[in-house]
T-cell receptor, first 112, second 113 residues
């Protein structure tokens, strides 16, 4: 499968716990994006990497959120001290120089 | 700030009943307009990219068109398997931040047999 992979698919956590999600982009894509989608809304941009450099972060990305992309390969998104408002679908997308954006299936986070 | 508005929010059709979904947008400079299909619990699936007014693209029962202010997704003789949420997104040509997509809220399409 050469698509974008996200792990885990579902995560249930207690409020205050830390969670980490992983995204494996299409191997030849150097651009990687994280989006968040809540019920009935379109995806909202969180952050963008070109290779290993994080070039843009949305105002939605509070201090409790951190993202990394070591060596320009896979990426992780960590949420510290989760809150109920963090419950959402977290989507990863990758893009090469000549291709459109390809999204993964997402990680559904539920904070209880 | 870039804005994308999709209408209607929900659309229910009978199988074979053609219709159109609307996406109106406000951007400083359009680099590309994207249409995606999203099934429940899954990520968006790419359908089309349109780059300039007057451009049209087709795929099976779907046809996307673009003007300077809006895009339409025309669905001809839909089938129940076309039921999904259709998302419209724009990529703005705004200097250093011209990479991300700004999405509308989507149109939930239901096609009844």
């Amino acid at each position: 499968d050469t698509g974008v992979s996200q792990d885990p698919r579902h995560k249930i956590t207690k409020r205050g716990q830390n969670v980490t999600f992983r995204c494996d982009p299409i191997s030849e894509h150097n651009r990687l994006y994280w989006y968040r989608q809540t019920l009935g809304q379109g995806p909202e941009f969180l952050t963008y990497f070109q290779n290993e450099a994080q070039l843009e972060k949305s105002r939605l990305l509070s201090d409790r959120f951190s993202a990394e992309r070591p060596k320009g390969s896979f990426s992780t998104l960590e949420i510290q001290r989760t809150e109920q408002g963090d419950s959402a679908m977290y989507l990863c997308a990758s893009r090469g120089q000549f291709y459109g954006y390809t999204f993964g299936s997402g990680t559904r986070l539920t904070v209880v | 700030e870039d804005q994308v508005t999709q209408s209607p929010e929900a659309l229910r059709l009978q199988e074979g009943e053609s219709s159109s979904l609307n996406c109106s947008y406000t951007v400083s400079g359009l680099r590309g307009l994207f249409w995606y299909r999203q099934d429940p619990g899954k990520g968006p699936e790419f359908l089309f990219t349109l780059y300039s007014a007057g451009e049209e693209k087709e795929k099976e029962r779907l046809k996307a068109t673009l003007t300077k202010k809006e895009s339409f997704l025309h669905i001809t003789a839909p089938k129940p398997e076309d039921s999904a949420t259709y998302l419209c997104a724009v990529q703005a040509d705004s200097g250093g931040s011209n990479y991300k997509l700004t999405f509308g809220k989507g149109t939930l399409l239901t096609v009844n047999p």
